[in-house]
């Protein structure tokens, strides 16, 4: 498996499909895609017209879904060769991870949408690579290169 950096993601008409990306400056938008699991690190994501998939995020900005549904949510765990250089690359910094912010645009009540919800920990794909993993100084586990 291979992951770059880049600067921007289109995934379009995508059916029981693995995505892994590496870090993306800019925007992912996912078009009318269905049963996936998508493991994202980007700046934004939009989502339209698709369903009933797993989404791993870690993403700057609340993500925004728009006539879409059962899109469950978890927050992004995946190591790759070069994975810290490409988040430089991208400025994404381990700070704001709004994976579980999500705006949907066709639920505009106080609560909460029925169109997404989060992954149960105990469910959770985990893409970990252990080999590796360091503690930062903050005790975090993070990839290393």
């Known amino acids: 498996m291979r992951c770059a950096h880049l600067q921007?993601?289109?995934l379009n008409n995508l059916f029981d499909t693995r995505v892994y990306a590496g870090a993306?400056?800019?925007?992912?938008?996912?078009?009318?895609?269905s049963?996936?699991?998508f493991f994202l690190s980007s700046r934004q994501i939009r989502i339209h017209?698709?369903?009933?998939?797993?989404?791993?995020?870690?993403?700057?900005?609340?993500p925004i879904i728009?006539?879409?549904?059962?899109?469950?949510?978890?927050?992004?765990?995946?190591?790759?060769?070069?994975s810290l250089v490409h988040r430089n690359l991208a400025k994404l910094d381990y700070g704001d991870n709004h994976w579980n912010s999500?705006?949907?645009?066709?639920?505009?009540?106080?609560?909460?949408s029925p169109?997404?919800?989060i992954i149960p920990e105990l469910e959770r794909?985990?893409?970990?690579?252990?080999?590796?993993l360091i503690q930062d100084s903050e005790n975090r586990e993070t990839c290393k290169e």
């Open 8 to 10: 921007a993601h289109r």
């Open 24 to 33: 993306v400056s800019g925007s992912i938008q996912i078009d009318s895609c």
């Open 35 to 37: 049963k996936c699991q």
């Open 49 to 62: 017209e698709s369903c009933n998939f797993d989404l791993y995020l870690d993403v700057r900005s609340r």
């Open 66 to 82: 728009e006539n879409s549904s059962g899109i469950h949510v978890a927050p992004f765990q995946f190591c790759y060769e070069n």
């Open 102 to 112: 999500m705006q949907d645009f066709s639920w505009l009540k106080l609560r909460k």
């Open 115 to 117: 169109n997404w919800d």
């Open 125 to 132: 794909f985990n893409l970990v690579d252990p080999v590796n």
